[in-house]
């Protein structure tokens, strides 16, 4: 079945340095989501992303999708430390209903 | 509020003991799905609803996991025997319609211990 694999698991930065997680799935993705989920919270979606090669900011948040739609990234500049929590990549192949398969999350840190 | 929500917040079990964990998606959205999330882990697909049919029950673990969502609204999600394996936040969540792509609005979860 379809895997989504995400690295790493656990990331610990300093205040102020970049930070980048990396997804990777078996299959071909019809979308990729991302999703924080603050410790104690739950997931709460960030972004969606469709299109081969399609590249998305939100502010200090850069989220890219690959040109063969079976990878992902979400890179961080200058973290701070309201960006602690763990990042799921979730996707969706064409197959599936409409649920999707996260991966395992990477787990941000931030040292003021 | 306008979010989901699920109840109870925290559940003790013994083993061996039936529970039911409910949830109430934002009002209006066509789908809603189960996911089951271990200590550290991701969430885990459980099953599907698309209103009140169930569209895809692939993950659930065995035939102890039954869920149901008869009104095409509130869903209720039924662990029976349960076993210290099934011990884990299990979350709900809904989108507003029936395609893979939408936004999928999660709920606080349910937090089972199972002793």
């Known amino acids: 079945g379809q895997q989504v694999m995400q690295i790493p698991q656990y990331q610990h930065v300093q205040e102020g340095e970049d930070f980048t997680t990396y997804c990777n799935s078996s299959?071909?993705?019809?979308?990729i989501q991302w999703y924080k989920q603050r410790p104690g919270g739950h997931p709460v979606f960030l972004i969606q992303?469709?299109?081969?090669?399609e590249v998305k900011k939100q502010k200090r948040l850069t989220f890219q999708f690959g040109e063969a739609k079976k990878n992902s990234s979400l890179h961080i500049t200058a973290t701070q430390t309201t960006d602690v929590g763990t990042y799921f990549c979730?996707?969706?192949?064409?197959?599936?209903?409409?649920?999707?398969?996260f991966g395992k999350g990477t787990k941000l840190s931030v040292k003021p | 509020g306008a979010g989901v929500s699920q109840s109870p917040r925290y559940k003790v079990a013994k083993r061996g003991q039936d529970v039911a964990l409910r949830c109430d998606p934002i009002?209006?959205?066509?789908?809603l799905f189960w996911y089951q999330q271990a200590l550290g882990q991701g969430p885990e697909f459980l099953t599907y609803?698309?209103?009140?049919?169930?569209?895809?029950k692939s993950g659930l673990p065995s035939d102890r996991f039954f869920a149901e969502r008869p009104e095409g609204s509130v869903s209720t999600l039924k662990i029976q025997r349960t076993q210290q394996e099934d011990s884990a936040v299990y979350l709900c969540?809904?989108?507003?319609?029936?395609?893979?792509?939408?936004?999928?609005?999660f709920g606080p979860g349910t937090r089972l211990t199972v002793l």
């Open positions: 299959t071909t993705l019809s979308n």
């Open positions: 609803f698309q209103n009140e049919a169930q569209l895809d």
């Open positions: 969540a809904s989108s507003l319609r029936a395609s893979g792509s939408d936004t999928q609005y």
């Open positions: 979730a996707g969706k192949d064409g197959g599936s209903q409409g649920n999707l398969i």
């Open positions: 009002s209006g959205h066509v789908s």
């Open positions: 992303l469709v299109k081969s090669g």
